[in-house]
């Protein structure tokens, strides 16, 4: 099974500032099947990127995701305000399929 | 535009079953894969279990493996998850989500959820 690492756990920041999420895997995810999704309080997730790099359906370009082999990062240019949430990363690679632990941008 | 409406939740004693359903409209249901992902209280996602397009080929998490079924019927637009010997660790609110494609691929749609409280 891959294990996937975010950090930081918790990223404070003030609107319009950049954020920089990192996602480590265990070993070298399949084809760079790696997944962002952001979660708000009482909301399903929302894909963001998949392919490591490619951005959903009606993401804003705010939001790129980097990365190949087990070293991923998503970066969000400028915090709007709606962008504070908790972010998770999963690698579908291979089964099992895998999260995350998630990281939580707050507002600083 | 694309739904997912997920039913079948509730409160089961340890040890028993329920099924969850997830009605899918605005897509060609028949085309893509489907899965189950949960999220027990104030913890991250886990994924549960997937079905290709066809329903012909499944996967499913270490935690779940030998007690959920997971199944689909194309002619209704319905997914499945049959969940046997639940267990309290099983809580959680369970998403129905839409692959990306009809095998084996990230979730881009999402269902609301719906609430498994396991307790007696």
């Known amino acids: 099974e891959i294990v996937l690492t975010q950090s930081p756990g918790t990223l404070s920041l003030s609107p319009g500032e950049r954020a920089t999420l990192s996602c480590r895997a265990s070993q070298s995810v399949g084809s760079n099947y790696l997944a962002w999704y952001q979660q708000k309080p009482g909301q399903a997730p929302r894909l963001l990127i998949y392919g490591a790099s490619s951005r959903a359906t009606g993401i804003p370009d705010r939001f790129s995701g980097s990365g190949s082999g087990a070293d991923f990062t998503l970066t969000i240019s400028r915090l709007e305000p709606e962008d504070f949430a908790v972010y998770y990363c999963?690698?579908?690679?291979?089964?099992?399929?895998?999260f995350g632990q998630g990281t939580k941008v707050e507002i600083k | 535009e694309v739904q997912l409406v997920e039913s079948g939740g509730g409160l089961v004693q340890p040890g028993g079953s329920l099924r969850l359903s997830c009605a899918a409209s605005?897509?060609?249901?028949?085309?893509?894969?489907m899965s189950w992902v949960r999220q027990a209280p104030g913890k991250g996602l886990e994924w549960v279990s997937t079905i290709s397009a066809g329903g012909g080929t499944t996967y499913y998490a270490d935690s779940v493996k030998g007690r959920f079924t997971i199944s689909r019927d194309n002619s209704k637009n319905t997914l499945y998850v049959q969940m046997n010997s639940l267990r309290a660790e099983d809580t959680a609110v369970y998403y129905c989500?839409?692959?990306?494609?009809?095998?084996?691929?990230?979730?881009?749609?999402w269902g609301k959820g719906t609430t498994v409280i396991v307790s007696s």
């Open positions: 989500a839409k692959d990306q494609g009809n095998y084996y691929d990230s979730s881009g749609v």
């Open positions: 999963q690698q579908y690679g291979g089964s099992p399929k895998t």
């Open positions: 605005g897509f060609t249901f028949s085309s893509y894969a």
